[in-house]
């Protein structure tokens, strides 16, 4: 069925270090890939999507991009701010009369100044 | 304005006892959802409706029941709560329809504690 794998936490970065948090998935048909963020104590937020292959998502200073021949939406961030401390959680998106959402289990990220 | 509010924001009970989470969303949306999120931040898709008609149920006890009384609420009421119960619960509405921009907004959560 339907999936989506994404790596493990707590991920542990000091400021200004570089962020990689794995994303592979399992679908049928062409689905669109979301990445949400929820901060402590707050709800969850898109923070970036791709909607075909090859698309690259950005948004504050985060990107993904959609690869098809690896099924994979990795994110990543140049340089981490203590205000990035967060779960990230990447998101399949199944289109059809139910347009699904099926999240991964999510990624703690926490970073030290 | 909130597009997706949820109230309450926290929920205290006992055991055994009957409890509602209501949600509203003034965005325009046609579909609305229930997910449940626990104590490792896995979320999960409990229901979906969709113009006030019951689009998903997933594996979720009878004790859990939705109601939609127009399509800008989706209530959710819990019968004999229990321990396992515990968890944030989501509310999220979305457009019938999805072009390029996928408008899925959740509410901020509300969390339920069963003691």
């Known amino acids: 069925g339907d999936s989506v794998t994404q790596m493990e936490g707590p991920v542990t970065l000091s400021e200004e270090a570089f962020l990689t948090i794995n994303c592979t998935y399992t679908?049928?048909?062409?689905?669109?890939l979301f990445w949400y963020v929820q901060y402590p104590g707050e709800g969850l937020q898109l923070l970036l999507k791709a909607t075909k292959a090859d698309d690259k998502g950005s948004n504050k200073g985060f990107e993904a991009t959609y690869r098809k021949e690896t099924t994979s939406f990795h994110l990543e961030k140049g340089s981490v701010q203590v205000s990035d401390s967060a779960v990230y959680f990447c998101v399949l998106f199944i289109r059809g009369a139910t347009n699904k959402l099926i999240f991964g289990t999510g990624t703690l990220l926490a970073v030290q100044p | 304005d909130t597009a997706v509010s949820q109230t309450p924001k926290y929920l205290v009970t006992q055991m055994g006892n009957d409890k509602s989470i209501k949600c509203e969303q003034n965005l325009g949306h046609d579909t609305m959802y229930w997910y449940k999120q626990d104590s490792k931040k896995f979320l999960k898709i409990m229901f979906s409706y969709n113009n006030k008609e019951l689009i998903i149920n997933e594996t979720v006890p009878n004790r859990f029941s939705p109601k939609s009384p127009d399509k800008a609420h989706l209530n959710l009421h819990i019968n004999s709560l229990e321990l396992g119960d515990s968890a944030v619960y989501f509310c999220?509405?979305?457009?019938?329809?999805?072009?390029?921009?996928?408008?899925?907004?959740f509410g901020s959560g509300t969390r339920l504690t069963v003691v």
């Open positions: 679908a049928t048909g062409y689905p669109s």
């Open positions: 999220a509405s979305s457009p019938t329809r999805l072009g390029v921009n996928y408008g899925y907004t």
